[in-house]
Every structure is written in C-alpha cells, then in structure tokens.
C-alpha cells in the first residue's frame, strides 16, 4: 500500500531564506508526483508535476526533483517571500488515484 | 474558464442526515474525482467518474456515493452521517494528466 510522508510537519524561515521540502513514498511503481499547495480553509493548486520518467521541473522560485528508485522527492524554494506562507502537499499518482502526504506547513517571517 | 466549481461552500448537519454535495469541472473536463481532508490531513481519495461510471474507488464505506451527469458535473452523497465525516470535500477534475482542484466544501457534522 502506497504511503507519502512529508518531512517536516511545520517549518518557520525568515524571509528571503532559500528552502527544502522533503517528501518520500514506500512503492516507486508511480506514474507522476505533484506538488500542491493549500492556503488555509482553500483548495489545492498544482505547482509542480514531474513525470515518472523525469528528473526535475522548475517553475520561477520554485523547483522540484524526483528520484523514483529511492521514493524522494524534494521542493525548493529560493528566496522565499512572506506570500509563501501556506502549507504544500506532495501526491503520487498510482492508476487513476492519487494519494498525498499529509504536508508541510510552512510560515515565512518577515 | 470558471475553473472547478463546487457548492454548496459551507454545510451543517446533525448525525444521521444525509448529504449532497455538488462539482462542475473545468470546462472540458471528462473525469471527477472526490476527496476528504480531515483537519491536519491530507485529501483521502474517496472515488473517481469517468463516463458516468465509478472507475475507482478507496477505502471508504457504502455510505459514500455518487453519480456524474452527461454534463460530465457529478454529486457526492453522505448517508447516515456520522461526527467522523466532519471535513473538506475536494472534488477535482481532469482530461488527462493534471487534476485541477475546486475550492472545497466545508461539512460539519454535530
């Protein structure tokens, strides 16, 4: 059975602080990894969608790697901006389902 | 493009009632899918629709169902409500490999 877990739960980081995000799955039989995000009480926008068969996408501040053999996957976030502030989610895609870690909640300080 | 819409956005229900929530895609969009965000969770997924038919579906209890319409727009039903169902509902539509996420509607069950 698929499991994502996000590490860590909660992180606070002053302003202009590059960052990572971390995210692990147990079965590599995916067929993408996507990374949300989710501002409180609100829905789920996509940031990021890596391919099975890809290595990394990026997307402005934002960059995303995949490295399926070992089910991680990482977010980062350079120079990080209050409007950051929100927690992200990490989610596998395995037939039509798609199943997500809990998240990371992340607070930027200005 | 409206985008996902949902409704209603907020609901109130005792134990033992029954629910129906509502999800129209983004235009185009053939495939819905429905979620469950407990507080501090990430989205379960509770099934997907595709022609009208359920094509999968996850580890949730008869009580859940649903339906989608030639208009491809779908309904989850919540029968016998129990305090546990308190949650965000997410639906999300797709055409293919991105599913883009409504802003959610709010269930509390008292």
């Known amino acids: 059975k698929q499991e994502v877990t996000q590490i860590p739960a909660a992180l606070s980081v002053p302003e202009g602080e590059n960052l990572v995000l971390n995210c692990s799955f147990t079965?590599?039989?995916?067929?993408?990894l996507q990374w949300f995000r989710q501002d409180p009480g609100k829905g789920l926008t996509s940031l990021l969608l890596?391919?099975?068969?890809?290595r990394e996408q990026t997307s402005g501040r934002l960059n995303a790697s995949l490295d399926k053999s070992s089910g991680r996957s990482t977010l980062y976030i350079a120079a990080s901006q209050p409007g950051d502030s929100a927690t992200y989610l990490c989610?596998?895609?395995?037939?039509?389902?798609?199943?997500f870690g809990k998240g990371t909640r992340l607070h930027i300080l200005p | 493009d409206a985008g996902v819409t949902q409704s209603p956005t907020h609901l109130i229900k005792t134990r033992g009632q029954q629910v129906t929530l509502r999800c129209s895609p983004k235009?185009?969009?053939?495939?819905v899918s429905w979620y469950q965000q407990a507080l501090g969770q990430g989205p379960q997924f509770i099934f997907q629709?595709?022609?009208?038919?359920?094509?999968q579906r996850g580890n949730f209890p008869d009580r859940f169902s649903g339906h989608q319409f030639p208009n491809y727009s779908s309904e989850l039903n919540v029968n016998a409500l129990l305090l546990g169902d308190s949650a965000l509902y997410l639906c999300?539509?797709?055409?293919?490999?991105?599913?883009?996420f409504g802003p959610g509607t709010r269930l509390l069950v008292l």
């Open positions: 999300a539509s797709s055409l293919s490999e991105t599913q883009y």
């Open positions: 890596i391919q099975s068969s890809q």
């Open positions: 079965d590599s039989a995916i067929y993408n």
């Open positions: 235009s185009g969009h053939d495939t």
């Open positions: 629709y595709y022609e009208e038919e359920e094509r």
């Open positions: 989610a596998v895609k395995e037939d039509d389902k798609i199943i």
